[in-house]
């Protein structure tokens, strides 16, 4: 079992920044990727940005440029620095520790989700 913990969230005026952060413990060896999902209201769950344990990034379209997903492997924990925010940035964001073999995604673990809220 993986135990994933964030903090970070909050409400910010857009332009502002805020940098969520994901505490990973357990058995996270077994892990291989860690990633952001975001749902809005009325959204499906959406990938914002993973990393691998070779430090390979993707990000969705719509942020790149404006996010950073890093990791402290010292500390286990994952980073979502998060500038130049917009309205529609707004939604629950999700931790998401995976273990990918062969192209699939064997398992994974999320956290409880942190509320960013994007105020114009």
């Known amino acids: 079992q993986v135990q994933l913990v964030e903090s970070g969230g909050g409400l910010v005026q857009a332009g502002g920044s805020l940098r969520l952060s994901c505490a990973a413990s357990?058995?996270?060896?077994?892990?291989?990727?860690m990633g952001w999902y975001r749902q809005a209201p009325g959204k499906q769950r959406e990938l914002v940005a993973d990393i691998t344990s070779g430090g390979n990034t993707n990000y969705v379209d719509s942020v790149k440029g404006r996010f950073t997903i890093s990791r402290d492997k010292a500390k286990n924990t994952v980073y979502l620095q998060m500038n130049s925010l917009k309205s529609e940035d707004t939604a629950v964001y999700y931790c998401?520790?995976?273990?990918?073999?062969?192209?699939?995604?064997?398992?994974?673990?999320w956290g409880q989700g942190t509320q960013v809220t994007v105020s114009s």
């Open positions: 998401n520790a995976a273990r990918m073999g062969w192209g699939i995604r064997q398992y994974d673990y």
């Open positions: 357990g058995s996270i060896f077994s892990i291989n990727v």
